[in-house]
């Protein structure tokens, strides 16, 4: 008896100390949440292809108001704006917050979103509980749970009425092998049969594996975050968990052969195996799996959209707590814009700028280096972030509810033998063509056809600009050209400009946006202060003034 008591006493020892030490990593991790909080995340590796997969596979909002193009999204790095914002606990939210970021659906879900997002940032208790939970879902297996409720149907056998057939015949091979035990010879081709069966069904499972073992992990966390009073307000329909269970022990068959990760097991694992092998156990329980997980592709898909919201919030909130210059943005219902205070969220102690305009668009000149792009990107992507995650990187913001599209960032296709102009040619027709649309759009575009003549591209930029510049269409644009100041200016766009200031032989950029029109040019001031030769920058000043006078432009600053 006293052997008895004493591994009671080691057992409980045993259980007391695992205890202790995941009191401790809880400790841990609690402390790290709240010293981390407002903070981007450090050393985090991304990888949009994964990251991106549950917007890829899974954007089939067909009433979305839009969804941002590829070719946006590239012209606004909004890959980089991305790793500054994630504050995300989990993979689901992370892959929920990217979709988020590329999905603009309506100003009531916005809005809902935003209180949502404020019920965290104000309580901390709750946020820190929640996110506590959501780190159990930091591991990059999380990724792969969007495969279990991807819109394409499983494929299933179509030899399983022959993996019964097997299967009944082993079954009673055993049986009569009592009786009978020459019968049990059959059980050899009838288990090579099987065998067969059973390792083509092993390549199928992989497939699952990740998001299998990551749908029991899912429904764990998202059992306890139902239980926060606050959350439940807003989440009021958990069907879904109910509908999912059911799921969960069909799913166990797969998800613990991957436990099986050490040698102890190695002995209970071929047991297993040749008796799943003998039967087709494996092989008819994956069959049930497969039509249960059909069936219940949309609650899973809830679960995740639950917990992936519930993350997104809480990052947002993070967001909002490190930046005392983020506001809410306010949706005007006219062609008008306000913001004070803007800024890009990526360029550390960038200058804010300010901008009005009411049944205009905005034609934005400036000096190399001035700011000019950098102005229409901050802009865009505050639209953006504005219209999907109800953040703005400014004092205030006030415009429309807008669909935006861009033409910045244009590059020759060499595979498809396409040059820079005739590249830039199809992007401004996609344009065009979407300027049909009767929604509100906002139309950004840099240096058009800076890939063709100085006086095919103004003509044909004036053209188009006025073109796009219709309706409810905001247009912003830059350029160089300054003829499209006096093309332009009556056509319903405001003037504004960058400049810049030469001291000590150093040009000096305030990056302040200014109205009007730009009076002074650098290009040639630039080549004199790098020291290129004296004759070259005599002859361009004389060639520059020339063309001034020749074509009645106002005459540039040297």
């Known amino acids: ?144 749970l969007e495969e279990l409720f991807r819109p394409e149907p499983t494929e299933k056998s179509g030899k399983i009425w022959i993996v019964y057939l097997l299967s009944t015949l082993a079954i009673l091979s055993v049986i009569l092998s009592f009786y009978y035990p020459i019968v049990s010879l059959t059980l050899i081709p009838v288990f090579v049969c099987n065998m067969v069966f059973h390792y083509r069904n092993k390549n199928v499972i992989q497939y699952y594996l990740n998001g299998v073992g990551q749908l029991s992990v899912s429904y764990r966390v998202a059992n306890k975050l139902i239980t926060f009073s606050k959350i439940r307000s807003y989440h009021k329909d958990f069907g879904f968990m109910s509908n999912i269970k059911p799921v969960l022990s069909k799913a166990r068959f797969i998800e613990w052969e991957k436990k099986l990760d050490n040698e102890y097991a190695a002995l209970f694992w071929l047991m297993t195996e040749l008796l799943k092998i003998t039967f087709n156990i494996e092989f008819i329980l994956f069959y049930h799996f497969q039509a249960s997980l059909e069936k219940e592709k949309a609650n899973i898909r809830k679960l995740f959209s639950f917990i992936g919201e519930v993350d997104s919030a809480i990052s947002c909130a993070s967001l909002y707590h490190g930046h005392h210059k983020i506001c809410e943005p306010v949706f005007s219902g006219d062609k008008s814009i306000v913001v004070e205070g803007l ?86 027709k996609n344009l065009i063509e979407t300027s049909e649309d009767e929604t509100p759009c906002l139309f950004v575009l840099d240096e058009l056809f800076k890939g063709t003549n100085t006086v095919e591209r103004i003509a044909a930029g004036k053209a188009i600009l006025s073109y796009l510049n219709k309706a409810n269409h905001i247009v912003m644009v830059s350029t160089h050209d300054l003829e499209l100041t006096e093309l332009l200016e009556n056509e319903n766009f405001e003037l504004y400009h960058f400049a810049e200031s030469i001291e000590n032989n150093s040009l000096i950029f305030d990056h302040k946006l200014r109205p009007g029109r730009l009076r002074t040019r650098n290009a040639i001031k630039i080549l004199e202060l790098y020291d290129y030769p004296i004759e070259i920058i005599k002859e361009s000043e004389v060639c520059a003034k020339n063309w001034g006078y020749l074509h009645n432009v106002d005459k540039p600053s040297l």
């Open 1 to 144: 008896m006293n052997w008895i008591f004493g591994i009671v006493i080691v057992v409980a020892i045993l259980l007391i100390f695992k205890r202790c030490i995941e009191h401790q990593k809880r400790r841990k991790l609690r402390l790290f949440i709240q010293d981390n909080w407002g903070l981007p995340k450090e050393d985090e590796y991304y990888n949009f292809d994964t990251i991106g997969l549950y917007f890829r596979n899974n954007n089939d909002l067909k009433n979305a108001y839009q969804i941002i193009s590829d070719s946006t999204w590239d012209d606004l790095d909004m890959d980089e704006v991305f790793r500054y914002i994630d504050r995300t606990c989990s993979k689901i939210g992370q892959q929920y917050l990217y979709r988020q970021l590329r999905t603009v659906t309506s100003i009531s879900s916005l809005k809902r979103f935003g209180n949502f997002s404020r019920m965290f940032g104000s309580d901390e208790a709750l946020r820190v509980d929640s996110q506590q939970e959501l780190c159990q879902l930091s591991s990059y297996k999380s990724y792969y």
């Open 343 to 428: 800024y890009h969220p990526l360029i550390e102690n960038c200058i804010t700028n300010d901008l009005a305009l009411k049944n205009r668009s905005l034609l934005l000149t400036g000096s190399n280096m001035s700011g000019k792009t950098t102005f229409i990107r901050s802009f865009s992507i505050n639209a953006i972030l504005s219209q999907t995650i109800n953040v703005c990187f400014a004092d205030r913001y006030i415009a429309p509810f807008l669909k935006i599209y861009s033409s910045i960032r244009i590059s020759d296709n060499l595979m498809k033998n396409t040059s820079y102009y005739l590249q830039e040619v199809l992007t401004i």
